[in-house]
């Protein structure tokens, strides 16, 4: 199995999701005391790399600029320290996440806003991106 992704890359998956660069979510950030604008930038750069730990205060400052699900955080986080859990099923598309089984998924890899927002020959392509290889050639 697939390691999963650090607790950076799903960040920067999600601020990606909301459509939004690096620039544009450190514009938006509220800092306490004002940071400037490039220190920001830099700071969510070295975040999303896995280069500086999150703070509560970061984590909760970047959740009010775009959303990200803190128990999926958290999980990849523990996973990310050692702890041997259950990785978060997470959206191929928009990085969406559950920490519940994927069972619950419509299609492998897929949350459901992705799966019914892509064309069925579009949803098949990315099914058949995530299947095993041997199943892949099976397919072709
Ligand atoms: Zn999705």
């Known amino acids: 199995m697939m390691p999963p992704i650090t607790p950076g890359a799903y960040l920067k998956q999600r601020r990606c999701a909301a459509l939004l660069s690096v620039a544009d979510a450190a514009a938006l950030l509220p800092t306490d005391p004002a940071t400037p604008e490039h220190e920001r930038v830099l700071q969510l750069e070295l975040i999303e790399a896995d280069a500086q730990p999150m703070t509560l205060t970061t984590i909760m400052a970047l ?14 986080e523990a996973i990310a ?5 259950p990785a978060p099923s997470l959206c191929g598309v928009c990085g969406w996440g559950t920490t519940y089984d994927q069972l619950y998924w419509p ?34």
């Open 107 to 140: 299609a492998l890899g897929l949350c459901h806003a992705c799966y019914t927002a892509l064309a069925p020959e579009d949803v098949a392509a990315r099914v058949a991106e995530r299947a095993h290889p041997a199943f892949r050639s099976a397919a072709a």
């Open 81 to 85: 320290q050692g702890q041997d859990l």
């Open 63 to 76: 959740r009010a600029v775009y959303h990200f699900d803190l128990e999926v955080l958290g999980r990849l």
